[in-house]
């Protein structure tokens, strides 16, 4: 079992900046593909992008390229979303997952869930 909690949300001004981080504990971090969803009000959980076991590969959705990158220190058992010049429309809850299988980009692939960790940003 493998047990999730997400930290750094918060208040940021439009084009600012956050760091989110991601701790994994009960498993075998190395074992895991992980991956950062995101839910606004009134709407789906969507994916922000993943990363596979090692780190080499990672995925994002066009509305974040080139503005997130998503990281992880396997020694620290820690994924991490570095949000860069962020926009109102990124306010949302941020979820970090991860999946046994391969890294995935559906959001029913992905088998343990943090609690999430709000992101505001105001105009």
């Known amino acids: 079992q493998v047990q999730l909690v997400e930290s750094g949300g918060g208040l940021v001004q439009a084009g600012g900046s956050l760091r989110l981080s991601c701790a994994a504990s009960?498993?075998?971090?190395?074992?895991?593909?992980m991956a950062w969803f995101r839910q606004a009000p009134g709407k789906d959980r969507m994916l922000v992008g993943n990363?596979?076991?090692?780190?080499?590969?990672?995925y994002y959705v066009d509305s974040v390229k080139g503005r997130f990158t998503i990281s992880r220190d396997n020694a620290k058992n820690t994924v991490y979303l570095q949000m860069n010049n962020l926009k109102p429309e990124d306010t949302a809850v941020y979820y970090c997952?991860?999946?046994?299988?391969?890294?995935?980009?559906?959001?029913?692939?992905?088998?343990?869930w943090g609690q999430g960790t709000q992101v505001t940003v105001s105009s």
């Open positions: 997952a991860a999946t046994r299988g391969p890294y995935s980009t559906y959001v029913g692939n992905y088998d343990y």
């Open positions: 009960g498993g075998t971090f190395s074992n895991v593909a």
């Open positions: 990363i596979n076991r090692s780190g080499y590969s990672t």
